[in-house]
């Protein structure tokens, strides 16, 4: 299984980021797995962003839930993140995962992530 995230790169403030994560090797049409959303900023510890289940349903960080939306596209077997009024402390490399479970074990499988600089 492996994912692919891109994104636009460089972001003007106050504009949306928007990111997208492709699934290879592995289907989200099936049931029990979830996905979720992570960055990095430069220099600093990693942040979970939201994520989902096989059943649809939806989490965000607190912090961050006014200005995210996440979904998935189970025809293009991709995720997207949406990020609204970015600031250059959006900056990071931003990262999706997906973890496959069994009844005996749990299988995970991240990108390699994709920078996404906010600056003017």
């Known amino acids: 299984v492996q994912l692919q995230e891109s994104g636009p790169g460089l972001v003007n403030p106050s504009q949306t980021l928007s990111v997208t994560c492709t699934v290879s090797g592995g289907s989200i049409t099936t049931n029990y797995y979830s996905w979720s959303w992570i960055r990095q900023p430069p220099g600093k510890g990693l942040e979970w962003m939201g994520g989902g289940t096989y059943s649809g349903s939806t989490y965000y960080n607190p912090n961050l839930k006014s200005r995210t939306s996440i979904s998935r596209d189970t025809s293009k077997n991709q995720f997207t993140l949406q990020l609204n009024s970015v600031t250059p402390e959006d900056t990071a490399v931003y990262y999706c995962?997906?973890?496959?479970?069994?009844?005996?074990?749990?299988?995970?499988?991240w990108g390699q992530g994709t920078q996404v600089t906010v600056s003017s």
């Open positions: 995962g997906i973890i496959y479970y069994s009844s005996w074990d749990e299988y995970d499988y």
